[in-house]
């Protein structure tokens, strides 16, 4: 009988209503279970397959697009050619040391025109940095150890982390899920509903609420193995956040309601750092820094 | 008999790679010459198609598509299979390569829940949006300013 439950429970748990409906009517056959105890199982599975389905990587894209466009709501895009690539090669280069160098739409880099410090990543890969953020950093490698950073949180998905499991269960929910159809008025009413809560979530946690310790302390790390892979200096981390903490003691807006305990990440990294330290970079490096640093 | 299962679950997908079929899940990416980003490129690969899995090295997959051979990195593909240690051990909104991404693409948030997303909230700058995705770097350009920054890219990361 043990083996039988186990049985039937396997398609179950990985989602499989189908699997499941097929091994109850057996089961019912058999006389192992009753015609009401077939119901109920292929109930739960049912709703075990729709509350497992993780978020899809083009639904992380156009939530991306709707956090991305919600940012641009409260800060204007700064258009510098110059500054834009600069920091799109950096970028670029840090994702390929990333353990996600591939998203649906992938990783674009934009500069907000504000002088306040910060940085955002949209899930997908559209990361924001302000020119407040850029005025912080002092060299190339600290501009990857930002970056860096954002890259981080885009490849462990914690945007998507911010979703409230209610309302990505009603997503699921909504949706039909063995095969695609065209949504009425209503199905899709609701969508949009849910897309727009699904796109706050995320937003509050960016901008408004920050992302919680243990996940700033992971991304921390990511960005010193990207950095320690592509050949930056790790050591320019925590120059970027001593510099950052000394800044904190002047001001609680931007990164800083956001991003507390700046001191104890410090502490978390130091050492990992200090693994990834990298000698003097070449002239081209510094150069090319300082050239485009002169734009913001 | 439990343990047996268990172990059933978590090696029959591991056992299942070689000439397993899988797809590109990312709208484009790179067939790379060498498990290497700088490697040359040996075709463009588009968002669903599909690919015969030789081997694995390291982050990278050596792939054949059509009659052409090379390496695609491994976060640009999904399996079609399902990976029963992904689904039973992964939580909802989690990373997850056990689902055929390709398949789920057509539900969910689409662009039809954008685009009325977008009529409901006028406020909301996609055109923005599409102006920072439509900027794209060089990966020659990409080469040299590694090159010249003293900077690497390693043969699969991690």
Known sequence: ?296 | MKKAMLLVLFLVPALCLAGEMVKVKVQKTSLFEQPNFLSKTVATLQFGDQLEMEEVVKDWAKVKFGQQKGYVHQSALTSTKVDLRTLLFSSSSSSGTSQDEVALAGKGFTPEVERNYGKAHPEMNYALVDEIERYSVDPNLLRTFIQRGGLKVSEGQR
């Open chain 1, 1 to 296: 009988m043990k083996t039988i439950i186990l049985l039937l429970l396997v398609p179950m748990f990985v989602g499989c209503a189908t699997a499941t409906q097929v091994a109850t009517s057996v089961a019912v056959s058999a006389g192992y279970i009753t015609e009401g105890q077939k119901q109920a199982l292929d109930k739960t599975a049912v709703k075990v397959e729709k509350a497992a389905r993780p978020v899809s990587e083009t639904e992380e894209y156009y939530i991306g697009r709707g956090v991305a466009a919600t940012i641009l709501t409260r800060y204007s895009l700064y258009r510098n050619p110059t500054v834009t690539a600069y920091v799109n090669y950096v970028g670029s280069t840090v994702v390929m040391g990333s353990p996600r160098p591939y998203t649906y739409g992938g990783y674009r880099f934009a500069v907000l025109d504000t002088d306040e410090i910060n940085a955002f990543a949209c899930p997908g890969g559209t990361i924001f940095v302000t020119k407040g953020m850029l005025k912080m950093v002092s060299n190339e490698d600290q501009l990857a150890a930002v970056l860096s950073h954002e890259v981080g949180h885009v490849a462990e998905k914690h945007g998507l982390q911010a979703i409230s499991s209610a309302r990505w269960t009603e997503v699921v929910t909504t949706l039909a899920l063995e095969t695609a159809k065209a949504y009425t008025a209503a199905e899709m009413a609701s969508l949009v509903d849910l897309f727009q809560g699904t796109v706050d979530d995320v937003f509050k946690t960016l901008v408004v609420n920050g992302y919680g310790r243990e996940q700033e302390l992971q991304a921390d790390m990511l960005a010193i193995g990207c950095m320690k892979t592509c050949g930056y200096d790790g050591r320019q981390f925590i120059s970027l956040l001593d510099r950052l903490e000394q800044t904190s003691k002047q001001t609680s807006e931007g990164i800083f309601s956001t991003h507390p305990g700046i001191a104890e990440r410090i502490q978390a990294v130091k050492d990992p750092a200090a693994a990834a330290a990298r000698p003097t970079p070449p002239e081209e490096r510094i150069m090319r820094f300082k050239k485009t640093a002169v734009s913001w």
